[in-house]
């Protein structure tokens, strides 16, 4: 069996782990996605939010005191307001949350990782509000970076898990290939090795291993778009309005 725990062992060495550039589905070479931009009409509201809150929900499963905070944050929202209106009347128990977040990104890394994925959401308060006071944090940028290539790296690891379960060959090739790529002697051949035979299978017509390739394509996007917003500096300026 493979064990989340598993993950700890070799977090410092995601670069195995990834699909080279020329790989993939398709073949060709993929483009990191821009996060969502709040002033861009053709994005609306509730997906910059839905997105931000979606990588906020993965990062806190590090932590069991940040995702007891979250939890406790979601149960006192208005079930019958649409998360899209959150920028226009943000509900009071978010706005105590994320208060609660930015007092903690001091001292904590997840919770500045968590500040560092609402950034878009905190851009689009500022759209709604551009009058409204705000605080600047300063995040270590490497230490953000550690948290969130984690976070997507178990958020991967957990629906692999499940997408592979639904078919026994591809749940086999899934856990002879993770077994060996978290060992020591794991190597990034191992990672084209493996997709080698996902892309073959996804070729002949099997779905599963279509979508294994579509959820490796997703983390790798997802951590090039972390490593581009991280790399060469030492901190993150950013911009959170309504926590004063």
């Not at 639904?166 to 990672?191: H, K, L, N």
Request: proline share 6%.
């Amino acid at each position: 069996m493979i064990w989340r725990g598993d993950l700890e062992l070799v977090s410092s060495e995601w670069d195995k782990f990834m699909a080279p550039p020329e790989r993939g589905t398709g073949g060709g070479p993929r483009r990191s996605p821009a996060p969502p931009d709040p002033e861009d009409g053709s994005v609306s509201d509730l997906v910059v939010i839905l997105e931000a809150m979606l990588d906020v929900k993965d990062i806190v499963q590090l932590e069991p005191d940040e995702a007891t905070q979250f939890r406790n944050a979601l149960a006192h929202f208005d079930r019958e307001a649409s998360i899209g209106s959150w920028s226009r009347a943000e509900p009071a128990a978010l706005r105590a949350w994320r208060r609660g977040v930015v007092r903690r990104a001091a001292t904590n890394d997840v919770a500045a990782a968590i500040v560092h994925a609402l950034m878009p959401y905190h851009a689009l308060l500022r759209t709604t509000a551009p009058a409204s006071a705000f605080v600047t944090l300063h995040l270590p940028a490497m230490r953000v970076a550690i948290v969130r290539r984690r976070a997507v790296m178990t958020a991967w690891f957990e629906q692999m898990t499940q997408i592979a379960a639904c078919d026994p060959f591809e749940q086999g090739a899934w856990m002879r290939y993770w077994i060996i790529v978290s060992s020591p002697m794991g190597t990034r051949a191992d990672t084209i090795t493996w997709l080698r035979g996902v892309e073959f299978r996804s070729r002949n017509g099997s779905d599963v291993a279509l979508r294994v390739l579509e959820a490796v394509q997703q983390r790798d996007e997802a951590m090039r778009v972390i490593d581009h917003a991280t790399a060469e500096i030492d901190w993150i300026e950013v911009e959170v309005p309504g926590v004063q």
